[in-house]
T-cell receptor, first 114, second 111 residues
Framework: DSGVTQTPKHLITATGQRVTLRCSPRSGDLSVYWYQQSLDQGLQFLIQ???????AKGNILERFSAQQFPDLHSELNLSSLELGDSALYFC?????????????FGPGTRLTVL | GEDVEQSLFLSVREGDSSVINCTYT??????LYWYKQEPGAGLQLLTYIFSNMDMKQDQRLTVLLNKKDKHLSLRIADTQTGDSAIYFC???????????FGTGTRLKVLA
């Protein structure tokens, strides 16, 4: 158990819908990262937040957005969902925001878009 | 371009050494990483190497970096069945927080 929690574990929805994925980092961690893992695209870094501020952006679509709240939990919002958005979405957290800080990964949320 | 490549599969016998290879394209990468993903789980950072190093050893793990060829390898000594997993190499782009992951190598350890 990494100490990072993600909800829900599974999510099934239809095309065109909007969903919110939630992540609670390890106690004391200030950084949160979001990743998408799919068969087509492999593992892709989406976005990083550090202490409430966006720090880095990867291959995140405009239909997707994220935020980190004052209590440091984070949400990833996916809208106008397409079949290709079906994937495993991981959240990770680290103590600081350094590239050498160990990232601890949550168990993931499996999103299925029908 | 941003591309990190790995071979898809590797099968070894228990007790042998495993070598997982990775090639990357960004010469400005500052850090290179190896992650392990077990079935149904998230990623676990195994080790990382700074780009000005050639080698890093950590218990059974040895990382070799050939900057000229942009080649990274992970050697696991005395491979155990518990090492069966998917291994990803990754780079941080130009020292930024933007990470690029390889395609992953599925390691199967035969008893």
């Amino acid at each position: 158990d990494s100490g990072v929690t993600q909800t829900p574990k599974h999510l099934i929805t239809a095309t065109g819908q909007r969903v919110t994925l939630r992540c609670s980092p390890r106690s004391g961690d200030l950084s949160v990262y979001w990743y998408q893992q799919s068969l087509d695209q492999g593992l892709q870094f989406l976005i990083q937040y550090y202490n409430g501020e966006e720090r880095a952006k990867g291959n995140i679509l405009e239909r997707f957005s994220a935020q980190q709240f004052p209590d440091l939990h984070s949400e990833l919002n996916l809208s106008s969902l397409e079949l290709g958005d079906s994937a495993l979405y991981f959240c990770a957290s680290s103590v600081g925001g350094s590239v050498t800080d160990t990232q601890y990964f949550g168990p993931g949320t499996r999103l299925t878009v029908l | 371009g941003e591309d990190v490549e790995q071979s898809l599969f590797l099968s070894v016998r228990e007790g042998d050494s495993s070598v997982i290879n990775c090639t990357y394209t960004d010469s400005s990468s500052t850090y290179l990483y190896w992650y392990k993903q077990e079935p149904g789980a998230g990623l676990q950072l195994l080790t990382y190497i700074f780009s000005n190093m050639d080698m890093k050893q950590d218990q059974r793990l040895t990382v070799l970096l050939n900057k000229k060829d942009k080649h990274l390898s992970l050697r696991i000594a005395d491979t155990q069945t518990g090492d069966s997993a998917i291994y990803f190499c990754a780079e941080s782009m130009g020292g930024t927080y933007k990470y690029i992951f390889g395609t992953g190598t599925r390691l199967k350890v035969l008893a």
